[in-house]
């Protein structure tokens, strides 16, 4: 493994997080991915963590590859080609290549015991790996400069770091079915990324960093619960919205810092920051949305510290849909009741209702509107 590897994957610890008072509002519609049970061939493949790993012939339904697998040229890769469904035991590298485009020939992996690591390839345009349920010790995708879309539809968990850095041609990120992170989750130096999907992400159970990537627009973590670790969003210069409707808690610090074009911050439900707390210098970001939102945090254990946001408070705080982020809707309430904020803003609407299991929340900002007078909120 590369010394740049090793080091983006020194984030090592066990944390443990509970979480009470939360329950499932119903799915998309959509089935999630399943496969059937794998047995896993006990014989050795050829190879190890020296070269190539060549994968034997179909020993089983699932064949395990017992060792580190080293992808260095288009002809490693292509060996995997042959085989539907495979796991790999320790680690899967694809690192300094020249001649590979995408990882199509992956197409059979299902999990991976240790990281799977993926760097400074110099030609890599795709990374689909629509089989991939799991890793055990993390996912990295660093300095592949002509990567343009990452995607896996089936991973459901990351055990370790999910990080992806500096990878300068990056549009399109989705992980459609991504659960939960076991460690840190960091996106950075991705100048070019306009799309991460992230539908499903409800725990992160390390830190969770954004930053400097210019042409971002829309931070969306519709059903993202609980952060273990900081939350920080910082030195973005396109990003307009932050979008986290059902995050109640966070164990470390808020940061949302030099983000220029910053309009709107939606962490509604938001009761517990047990570190420190800064907002500053989202020049297009109104001082008095960030003082609501402060308001409304039940504890902070740490400093609260706001300053240099936008001065002027609209009469009316623009909505995602109105910034041109047209979807970002939870399908988790907390607890089973309305949020107390939605509730007095709709509240004919939501009185006496609670979100029962498989239902969306009866009621959601946007579904009403002030009267005449702006004071009493009825039905729209």
């Known amino acids: 493994m590369s010394k740049k590897i090793w080091s983006m994957l020194s984030y090592l610890g066990a944390v443990s ?25 006990q014989s050795p493949a050829a190879g190890a963590s020296g070269g190539g790993v060549v994968p034997m012939a179909h020993l089983s339904p699932c064949p395990m590859i017992p060792d580190t697998v080293n992808i260095h040229t288009q002809a490693d890769l292509d060996a995997f080609d042959s085989l539907d469904c495979f796991t790999v035991e320790r680690h899967l590298f694809v690192q300094n290549t020249s001649d590979i485009v995408d990882l199509s020939p992956l197409h059979g992996l299902r999990s991976v015991g240790g990281y799977i690591g993926i760097a400074d390839n110099t030609d890599l345009k795709y990374v689909k790996l629509p089989n991939l349920e799991k890793t055990g010790e993390g996912l990295v995708l660093e300095g592949n400069h002509a990567l343009r879309k990452i995607s896996a539809p089936a991973l459901r968990y990351v055990k370790g770091n999910l990080h992806i850095f500096n990878n300068q041609s ?44 210019e042409r971002f627009k829309y931070l969306c973590l519709p059903n993202l619960v609980a952060v273990n670790g900081d939350f920080t969003v910082h030195f973005n210069p396109g990003l307009k919205s932050i979008i986290a409707p059902v995050l109640t808690t966070i164990w ?129």
């Open 170 to 213: 990056l549009k399109s990120v989705s992980f459609d079915w991504l659960i939960s992170v076991g460690e840190d989750m960091i996106f950075a130096g991705n100048n070019a990324l306009m799309s991460l999907e992230l539908p499903k992400l409800t725990t992160i159970m390390g830190q969770f960093i954004f930053e400097h990537s």
């Open 252 to 380: 470390g610090d808020l940061t949302i810092e030099r983000n220029a074009r910053l309009q709107l911050l939606e962490l509604d439900c938001l009761q517990w920051v047990t570190g420190d707390v800064v907002i500053i210098y989202n020049h297009m970001l109104p001082e008095c949305s960030v003082d609501s939102t402060v308001a409304g945090i039940a504890h902070i254990g740490g400093d609260v510290i706001t300053s240099d946001n936008y001065a002027v408070c609209p009469d009316v705080r623009p909505t995602a849909r109105e910034l041109g982020c047209t979807k970002c809707e939870t399908n988790i309430c907390v607890g089973d009741r309305c949020d107390d904020r939605w509730d007095r803003k709709c509240r004919d609407k939501c009185d006496g209702k609670k979100c029962d299991d498989y239902q969306k929340p009866p009621c959601k900002r946007g579904d009403c509107e002030s009267d005449e007078n702006g004071d009493y909120p009825v039905p729209a």
């Open 17 to 41: 997080l509970v979480l009470g008072g939360l329950s499932a509002c119903g799915d998309t519609g959509v089935s999630a991915p399943s496969f059937g049970e794998s047995a896993s061939a």
